[in-house]
């Protein structure tokens, strides 16, 4: 039998302070507030074992400290003015926690349903912090914590190193001494050099990049899509698979150190080459999902940065090794430009749109891994070749998700133990099921036959 109470954190004499919004709260509270009951599906959300299993005011200590060190799990957002957005930084004040009790053998069960109820529901970001806890306690002590969290408050990046912060924390080290040793931007410090004249250059610089990208770019993409009498359909689902390859996680290395490039590059510049390939474009535009943490405290930072750069590579249909070396290049000039005022920015693109001036910018690539950790960490790395492991590739379609406004394609690229993953969602009038696979199962072959090619040199 499960029982269910409240408990509460209380924070005091945290950092306080009110200024602008940065560029990524206002970039993404732009996407969750227009989708209005269909926003939770962008909340972040963790369901964690606790071992050994803890005391609730131990863990509940814990999360206060992580509420202390990060000021993005305090912070609220107020709209001002017809273009205006205002991040509040509460210096103190209570965070409701849900708990249930149940027993042992319940408890995975009981948090994942408590994580869904959490993470469930949209953030009230005016009124309510955008973070939420919730515990499951077996036998007085806690065996899950739950955690749900607005993108406004952290993007993944960012979630990777609340969970590393939030890890140091319970093994006792302070929030003064892991600040001081990895000292992390906080958002009103990011706001405030965003505002600044080298901010307001910065962003100039990164929207003009943008307009003459898209004025550049190929005005469509797929010359012969799947089945364009659906497009008119606004109930038509979208598919989403996943291909999980051991080969492609053992191959990418080799092939990204014979071709000079990092294996990110390896990753984009293989998905670019397969859909000029299929698409009958030979220039491609992705929209690239980038961290925008290139510095020291940013890297360190619990908020939302990461934001769109406009990626794109012309002739990707002529050679392999080509089209990857080249995404380096162009890959690196768009991170440069991958930090602006959005809502200004789409006001300009919503010119060159009516004007019938900008590029088919519906194709999206986020690579999510996070570089400090690998396919091999916790499993034993194969001493099989990329072309034997290719055989163990494994397909599924996971969902299918409703309409998404402007996305033709979107590709996630994500790490699982002992293999990469990519994740793929398209419209149906773009592109059909059988079109999907073979565009994820190219994206693989291509790399795995350049690593093979490599063994046989």
């Known amino acids: 039998m ?28 732009g996407v969750v507030t227009r989708l209005g009951d269909d926003a939770p599906r962008y909340n972040l959300r963790l369901d964690l074992p606790v071992s050994p299993p803890r005391p609730a005011d131990r863990v509940l200590a814990d999360l206060t400290e992580l509420l202390r060190m990060h000021d993005s799990l305090h912070t609220r957002l107020l709209p001002v003015g017809e273009d205006g957005l205002e991040q509040v930084v509460d210096g103190s004040g209570e965070l409701a926690v849900e708990v249930r009790t149940c027993a042992a053998a319940e408890a995975p069960a009981v948090g994942e349903a408590l994580m869904e109820e959490l993470a469930g529901r949209s953030f009230d970001h005016a009124r309510e ?44 080290e302070s929030v003064e001494s892991l600040l001081a040793a990895r000292p992390a931007l906080q958002p009103l410090e990011a706001a405030a050099v965003q505002a600044s004249p080298l901010g307001r250059r910065r962003d100039e610089a990164a929207r003009r990049y943008w307009c003459e990208r898209l004025a550049a770019g190929p005005r469509k993409i797929f010359l012969n899509p799947a089945a364009p009498e659906l ?12 291909l999980r390859s051991p080969a492609l996680a ?45 510095q020291p405290a940013a890297a360190e930072s619990v908020s939302t940065m990461a934001q769109e750069a406009v990626f794109l590579l012309t002739d990707a249909d002529q050679d392999f090794g080509d089209a990857v070396r080249r995404t380096r290049s162009v890959a690196f000039a768009a991170f440069r430009h991958a930090g602006y005022d959005k809502w200004a920015l789409e006001r300009e693109v919503a010119g060159l749109v009516g004007r019938g001036e900008a590029a088919d910018h519906s194709y999206w690539w986020n690579d999510t891994r996070d570089p400090a950790s690998g396919p091999f960490d916790t499993v034993e790395r194969p001493q099989a070749t990329p072309g034997e492991l290719a055989g163990r590739t494994e397909f599924s379609w ?8 402007n996305v033709s394609v979107a590709v996630d690229v994500l790490t699982a133990p002992g293999a990469l993953e990519l994740a793929m969602t398209a419209d149906p009038a773009v592109l059909s099921r059988d079109g999907m696979e073979e565009f994820l199962r190219g994206v693989e072959q291509l790399v795995v036959a350049a690593a093979t090619a490599l063994g046989e040199a």
């Not at 509460?8 to 602008?20: N, Y």
């Not at 071709?259 to 929209?287: I, N």
């Open 2 to 29: 499960t029982t269910v109470e409240e408990r509460t954190i209380r924070l005091d004499s945290a950092r306080a302070g009110t200024g602008p919004a940065t560029w990524g709260q206002r970039a993404i509270w």
């Open 129 to 172: 912090w955008p973070f939420r806890v919730g515990l499951v306690e077996c036998e007085g002590l806690v065996h899950r914590l739950v955690l749900a969290a607005s993108h406004t408050a952290m993007d993944l990046w960012g979630e990777g190193r609340m969970l590393r912060d939030l890890a140091l924390i319970e093994s006792g």
């Open 231 to 242: 497009a008119a359909d606004p109930g038509r689902m979208f598919p989403n698979a996943l």
């Open 250 to 294: 053992v191959a990418v290395g080799p092939v990204a150190a014979a071709l000079g490039v990092s294996d990110a590059a390896v990753l984009l510049g293989a998905a670019s080459h397969q859909l000029a390939r299929m698409s009958g474009s030979s220039d491609v535009l992705f929209q690239v999902v980038v961290g925008n943490r290139f």
């Open 398 to 405: 996971p969902t299918e998700f409703l309409p998404r406004v």
